[in-house]
């Protein structure tokens, strides 16, 4: 490709609207422009580096027995009524309506739709299993999009989904896919990491998360620093522990004045006491109504683990009016004697005697609070979020806590849809059975920002060899002198010639612009040739990673890239 | 790929909803299903037929000088407001609010998104000229979805959009692009005419439609038997031509009864006069108000030419009570004497005199109507369809009639688009001047189906080869026989490592039912295998479109296969 030629519009500012590395340089290296919150077109440097993803993902997804097909974008309300996700979906599900005032959706997500499909066209145990993928565009309505691809409203997704005939069948699948994924985001080049997770509104009974190590990731991945175990920090289990709280005597409740403080800090030195002394109560409201919810002071609520806890479809925390109108009381004083709502509390609580706690009044807070006699709980749970000083739930160990970006996420489904859409075949016995789904999703286009994340340098973007939009940046530095240019252009078909993506920078601009440029664009290697490299029969060779700089003499020059190329390929066995 | 893991549900009946060949060929082998009205699923067969289209479509733009970019689907109404398109799209634009109640519509075509684009990253004549294209799936929200993956709502479009310092420039592209379809579609291997269009709601000055001949096409391609001359008949110009009815003397007016009379050939019947000197007065409703047409009895209108004549946006036949209320008559008593409406006559009329029309009075019509003494015309035009009888416009020879299925578009825009939102460049002057446009469409995923109505018989689909979803079907017929099967299973490794596209029937099904499968999906080459063939060392190979057969030695089978696949890739210069 000639540079000059190309839509390929770099920005040496920093747009203002981008907050993380890979948006910035998104837009820097010109791969996006936005259209609209969270809408974004690819330029054709973008849409390169989307489909080196797209073909590594479909190489291993057929390589693993999954089969490739395409589904529409624009979804019969029907099947989500079916499935019952039509009711609890929420605003991400963009809705509308056609010419005939006919519900449909824009798919954020295709079970129903496969489930429909295979329903109608399975009927027995010799066609089973299934494995059947789709790359796609997808949409959901996120109320604040951002981070430019990570987190976009329309974006591409390849979206899996198997069939089995039954559990064991599926676990085998789960494997499979499983595999696959660890082949496919290490052929990316990326360092990633994969953790137990909350299966979220998807359903099913058990799933994995494919995080890519960045620190500017949305979610928290927890991990033992001795053992394998590692999970999402909205699942990450904590046992329940005995309190390390002294036993002693229970003592009377009292009433005590606590004017103007509210926070658990605020209570625990004012009532010259230490946090975990401190019950904090936190009121939620869900759509079976509202709640609270107890924990030690220095503790933090996982709401996905109490969604999942309550059973509930939503689940936010009560605003002000609903605190006071509950409490009588302003924000900072609630409590749970007398209050008169389904009280739950963390394990973390343990046997923690005479606690303080916001007397449900403005001002007051009491102290000797204890449980069983002074309040009734409905139930314990493992509520809050795993911190530092937890230990790892399966071996004792320490904890450590990175942030990650969600590429991929495997789910072991279950009979959630098949149940629900009545997907049926027939076992070796002629008995009717419910197939066994699993579903397994890559956020494509995430993958390309992710990969800027853990790949960049002041200057800009180092692409893996395996992303890289092109494999060769050839720059010729003497744009005016009909030499170089002619040995440019030679070496440009050669290079081409031999199956080496190449761009070629054929603008009559200052070297500096095209190295600046070339650096922003992150080709992972650099030719340069002039009339002093030229003089030696060579051209200067630079690793855009290691700013390594070699001559390479002409004649070898394609097979020196070929080599080098090859080498860069990321092929695990 | 085994066939036994593939999901490919053929049918054995034709489905009850499929009209036309290509709509029961694509349900019967298996390569699409209806997921809801004029919306598809593409089974994996499906899928890869469209992506040998895909696959043609990009070699050839890429080779043609355009780029390739993905734009989003889902489009702010914002730009169509700017484009002014918001207003007159139709109903066929799905539109709809996301969740901050912000207008959208799923873009059936992308011209205001990539003028937006280019007016925010072009600036000097430097970066011109630019051409761009994608793949993608479009929406229209079609008021009667039919034939399948001819006319559905959801379907895969290349749309390319290019943007020139001038119309001389422009011209150019123009003709590069037309030239690229020309041999995208004779690549695809279908029979097809390129025709002089009309250029609809796109707009612009000057546009071809590339036609697939096929007796189920909905458009009709008049064609001269003895010039270059093509067009759609929508498009089809008539000269306008001398009466051929014989000079006369103005007869005076006369009222006569004609009970029950209402065609043109009951009044000519009637009336003892030909068809040709009856006045057919039809009255249209458009977004201006309602018009009356007259025409000579015998011609049909041609409602593109009216709508286009007229410039408004919306045109249709005038309903029963439109017509009762201007005329005081029932329908087929309309006639333009005393008509209060704008009356338009067709070229067709010439110098007709003493015609027969309407009374505007239930069972009556007026004899001896003439022009300027009994009627005022606002203009005589070219309104009317071509017909057999029409000479060619071009060389006055004979025209005949085709039935064609629209595949390619191809415009000349001008400036609709670049005024409307202001995408200007800097010249070599320095003069900020408005970019010249032109549009280039495919129908992807209606090429399959054209495809299929072109290459079929009684017994299914004959893909040409490079459009074949698998080139050769590998078939041993005695499934039980374990000889058999190894020599099978290893020559489908060989056939497969040389780097042909393969289907292995290992089914245990009866040879019949694997021969008639296997001629429906339309694999060009079938290769047989059983104890009989292998006996001689060979295996039997049969040609799907010629049904010839050959024996072919297994130890020369792999080069035959090869040899003949190439001879089969079309290939234009």
């Known amino acids: 490709m000639y540079y000059s030629k190309m ?33 974004y077109d690819y330029l054709p440097l973008g849409l390169m580096v989307l489909r080196k993803v797209e073909a590594i993902v479909r190489e291993e997804m057929n390589c693993a027995g999954a089969q490739e097909l395409l589904l529409p974008a624009v979804q019969p309300a029907e099947l989500w009524q079916e499935s019952g996700r039509w009711q609890i979906y929420g605003k991400e599900l963009l809705r509308f309506q056609d010419r005939h005032d006919r519900d449909y959706c824009f798919g954020p997500t295709h079970e129903e739709v496969i489930t429909d499909l295979v329903r109608r066209e399975v009927h027995s145990y010799r066609q089973l299993p299934l494995n059947l993928y789709q790359i796609q565009t997808k949409f959901r309505d996120e109320i604040r999009p951002r981070f430019g691809l990570i987190r976009g409203r329309e974006f591409i997704m390849k979206d899996g989904y198997s069939f089995d005939i039954d559990e064991a069948g599926a676990d085998q699948t789960y494997r499979a896919m499983y595999d696959a994924y660890t082949r496919i985001f290490s052929r990316c080049g990326l360092r990633f990491k994969t953790v137990e997770a909350d299966s979220g ?4 009974s058990f799933s994995h998360e494919f995080m890519v190590l960045a620190e500017t990731g949305e979610d928290v ?76 002071g220095d503790h933090e609520v996982n709401e996905v683990k109490l969604k999942n806890f309550l059973q ?3 689940l936010f925390l009560a605003p002000e009016e609903v605190i006071r ?28 005697v005479n606690l303080v706690a916001g007397a449900n009044e403005n001002d007051y807070h009491i102290i000797n609070v204890n449980f069983d006699r002074d309040l009734v709980v409905k139930g314990f749970a493992d509520l809050r979020q795993a911190s530092n000083s937890d230990p790892c739930p399966r071996c004792g160990a320490a904890l450590e806590f990175l942030r990650g970006i969600e590429v991929g996420h495997v789910f072991k489904l279950g009979y959630k849809y098949s149940k629900a859409l009545k997907a049926t075949f027939l076992d070796d016995q002629g008995r009717e059975q419910y197939m066994f789904m699993g579903c397994y999703g890559i956020g494509v286009s995430r993958i390309v920002a992710a990969a800027i994340e853990q790949n960049h340098d002041l200057d800009g973007i180092i692409f893996p060899m395996p992303l890289a939009p092109f494999q060769v940046l050839l720059v010729p530095i003497a744009a005016n002198d009909v030499d170089t240019m002619a040995v ?32 922003l664009l992150g080709i992972p290697v650099r030719v340069v040739l002039g009339p002093k490299t030229l003089a030696q029969g060579a051209a200067e060779v630079r690793q855009r990673r290691s700013r390594a700089v070699q001559l390479i003499p002409l004649a070898s020059l394609v097979a020196y890239l070929q080599d080098h190329i090859q080498a860069e390929m990321i092929r695990p066995t």
Chains 1, 2 share one sequence.
């Open 7 to 39: 839509l390929l519009p770099t920005l040496k500012e920093t747009p203002a609207e981008a907050e993380t590395v890979s948006h910035q340089l998104l837009l820097r290296a010109g791969m996006i422009r936005k259209l609209t919150s969270g809408i």
């Open 201 to 204: 509104p998807i359903g099913g």
């Open 221 to 296: 991945v927890v991990s033992c620093t001795a053992c394998a175990y590692a999970a999402n920090l909205e699942k990450a289990e904590i046992l329940p522990t005995e309190s390390s709280l002294p036993v002693e005597p229970l003592l009377p409740l009292e009433k005590v004045h606590t004017p103007g403080v509210r926070s658990v800090s605020e209570v625990a030195d004012f009532l010259q006491t230490t946090p975990d002394r401190v019950l904090k109560t936190m009121i939620y409201q869900t759509d079976e109504g509202a709640v609270a919810v107890l924990l030690r």
């Open 312 to 314: 509930v479809s939503e």
């Open 325 to 352: 109108q509950e409490t009588n009381a302003a924000v900072g004083f609630a409590g749970p004697v007398g209050l008169n709502l389904p009280i739950y509390a963390d394990y973390g609580l343990g046997s923690a």
């Open 488 to 519: 440019a252009s030679r070496l440009y078909q050669e290079i081409r010639a031999a199956g080496i993506e190449v761009l070629f920078d054929d603008r009559n601009e200052r070297p500096g612009i095209k190295f600046k440029d070339g650096d």
